[in-house]
């Protein structure tokens, strides 16, 4: 039986705080009235957020991290925030690896510097902005091209699920695309007359659009795959566009985590087969494709849906070998 992914609702991203003053702290509480409380910046810079088209998975994260740093500190208003307690909660985070240190970092920055940028911290100034962490931003595996095609060749394809499989995989491989926003795809989504795969900004990581042509081979798995989707749907009375759909013809998208079940059915394929691949592996093949190809890095970049070039430096990657081959050419 398939788990039902519960709706994530703005309830559940509004920051609730759990602390309560002590009688002891009442006195301090009454000095402080005059400061904004945490728990309302909060919800303001919520919504704020909200309203600039950040995902809710994406709101969900910054509140949870930002929750642990008020619930160290104890912080109850504006006031409580300084570069002290700041540096204190860092010091805290040493037993962590070093991404994880810069990703809460950078969650817990965003949210003062909200806080800033309404006006309730000039006091303390942006103290943040001084504090680096540096991470060795090492470039992961891509997906190897011959795994991908032993895969391939592998999943039977005279069932729906493995049509529906190859399809993911292949749509993956030629696109890029993230797995959050495959899983998001609806049939509205692609042009078949204009060859296009038209990505709307709300399915998308930053919020813009982005077209990506189709070739013929990828269209027809594509056909196929919606014209079958419609007798699963049928079988189990399920009302909904998706192109890449459960047994029962549910969604399988899920906003709180990567880990959805097509992600989870391309992991067991792996395991299974003994290779080495994934959603993200694949999209990293497909930018290291593209740069062999000689496209620009502002095109890859733009077709990745990244914010800035260094994001994209780091999904290419190319070996000492390839290097060494293409200098020799200029030589």
Same mark, same amino acid.
Request: overall charge positive; glycine content about 4%.
């Given at each position: 039986?398939?788990?039902?992914?519960?709706?994530?609702?703005?309830?559940?991203?509004?920051?609730?705080?759990?602390?309560?003053?002590?009688?002891?702290?009442?006195? !301090?509480?009454?000095?402080?009235?005059? #400061?904004?409380?945490?728990?309302?910046?909060?919800?303001?810079?919520?919504?704020?957020?909200?309203?600039?088209?950040?995902?809710?998975?994406?709101?969900?994260?910054?509140?949870?991290?930002?929750?642990?740093?008020?619930?160290?500190?104890?912080?109850?208003?504006?006031?409580?925030?300084?570069?002290?307690?700041?540096?204190? *909660?860092?010091?805290?985070?040493?037993?962590?690896?070093k991404t994880t240190q810069a990703?809460?970092?950078?969650?817990?920055?965003?949210?003062?510097?909200?806080?800033?940028?309404?006006? *309730?911290?000039?006091?303390?100034?942006?103290? *943040?902005?001084?504090?680096?962490?540096?991470?060795?931003?090492?470039?992961?595996?891509?997906?190897?091209?011959?795994?991908?095609?032993?895969?391939?060749?592998?999943?039977?394809?005279?069932s729906w699920i493995g049509w529906?499989?190859?399809?993911?995989?292949?749509?993956?491989?030629?696109?890029?695309?993230?797995?959050?926003?495959?899983?998001?795809?609806?049939?509205?989504?692609?042009?078949?007359?204009?060859?296009?795969?038209?990505?709307?900004?709300?399915?998308?990581?930053?919020?813009?659009?982005?077209?990506?042509?189709?070739?013929?081979?990828?269209?027809?798995?594509?056909?196929?795959?919606?014209?079958?989707?419609?007798?699963?749907?049928?079988?189990?009375?399920?009302?909904?566009?998706?192109?890449?759909?459960?047994?029962?013809?549910? =969604?399988?998208?899920?906003?709180?985590?990567? !880990? !959805?079940?097509?992600?989870?059915?391309? !992991?067991?394929? #792996?395991?299974?087969?003994?290779?080495?691949? =994934?959603?993200?592996?694949?999209?990293?093949?497909?930018?290291?494709?593209?740069?062999?190809?000689?496209?620009?890095?502002?095109?890859?970049?733009?077709?990745?849906?990244?914010? =800035?070039?260094?994001?994209?430096?780091?999904?290419?990657?190319?070996?000492?070998?390839?290097?060494?081959?293409?200098?020799?050419?200029?030589?």
């Open positions: 039986m398939s788990r039902k992914v519960k709706e994530l609702r703005m309830e559940d991203v509004v920051f609730k705080p759990t602390l309560q003053p002590k009688k002891s702290e009442k006195k !301090n509480a009454v000095q402080k009235s005059d #400061s904004l409380s945490i728990s309302k910046a909060i919800e303001i810079v919520n919504r704020q957020m909200q309203l600039q088209g950040l995902r809710h998975k994406t709101l969900l994260t910054y509140n949870q991290t930002m929750q642990k740093y008020v619930k160290f500190l104890k912080l109850e208003t504006m006031d409580d925030i300084n570069k002290e307690g700041f540096m204190n *909660w860092l010091e805290s985070l040493n037993h962590l690896d990703n809460r970092f950078r969650f817990v920055s965003a949210i003062l510097t909200r806080f800033y940028d309404n006006g *309730w911290l000039k006091d303390q100034g942006k103290f *943040w902005k001084d504090i680096k962490i540096k991470v060795d931003k090492k470039v992961k595996k891509a997906a190897d091209e011959k795994e991908l095609e032993i895969l391939l060749s592998l999943i039977d394809t005279t529906r499989d190859v399809t993911v995989l292949v749509l993956l491989y030629r696109t890029g695309i993230r797995i959050h926003t495959l899983t998001s795809l609806k049939e509205e989504h692609i042009n078949f007359n204009e060859k296009m795969l038209v990505l709307s900004g709300d399915i998308m990581k930053n919020g813009q659009v982005l077209k990506i042509p189709l070739d013929d081979e990828l269209l027809m798995l594509l056909e196929r795959l919606i014209k079958q989707n419609h007798e699963v749907r049928k079988r189990y009375k399920e009302k909904n566009d998706y192109i890449f759909i459960s047994k029962s013809g549910k =969604s399988t998208l899920n906003d709180y985590s990567h !880990n !959805n079940a097509i992600s989870k059915r391309i !992991n067991a394929y #792996s395991k299974k087969y003994g290779l080495s691949i =994934s959603p993200h592996k694949i999209r990293r093949l497909y930018a290291t494709n593209l740069v062999r190809k000689k496209v620009p890095l502002a095109i890859i970049s733009k077709a990745l849906g990244h914010s =800035s070039y260094e994001v994209t430096q780091r999904y290419i990657e190319i070996d000492a070998d390839e290097v060494a081959d293409t200098l020799r050419k200029f030589l």
